[in-house]
């Protein structure tokens, strides 16, 4: 797990990428999501996601749903399953997700 900036050197892939969210774009992916996720669940496989934090310079235009994210406002990455709610480990690709943590 990737847990400060300077460890994100080597796993970007450029800068200066903007990506502008909306509400439309991510109820869209949301509901891509949801259904990989019932998937997923059906089978007990893990479902791998990167956690990426970014750090926001104006919270009133992020809560108008008008959020613009790119590699330089990023402050922590990591991996781990959505599901099991685990960092991944290596092993972890050997064995089956249990679900929700309890
Ligand atoms: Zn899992």
Redesign the pocket.
């Known amino acids: 797990m990737t847990d400060h900036p300077s460890d994100l050197t080597e796993g970007m892939t450029g800068t200066g990428v903007t990506v502008a969210v909306d509400g439309d774009r991510i109820q869209r992916a949301s509901n891509r999501f949801n259904e990989q996720l019932r998937v997923a669940r059906l089978a007990g496989?893990?479902?791998w996601v990167a956690t990426v934090a970014h750090r926001v310079d104006d919270p009133t235009a992020a809560v108008a749903g008008q959020l613009h994210l790119d590699a330089e406002s990023i402050v922590y990455a990591g991996v781990g399953?959505?599901?099991?709610?685990?960092p991944y480990e290596p092993r972890?690709l050997t064995r089956r997700?249990?679900?929700e943590p309890r």
């Open positions: 496989e893990h479902v399953c959505f599901i099991c709610e685990t972890m997700c249990k679900g």
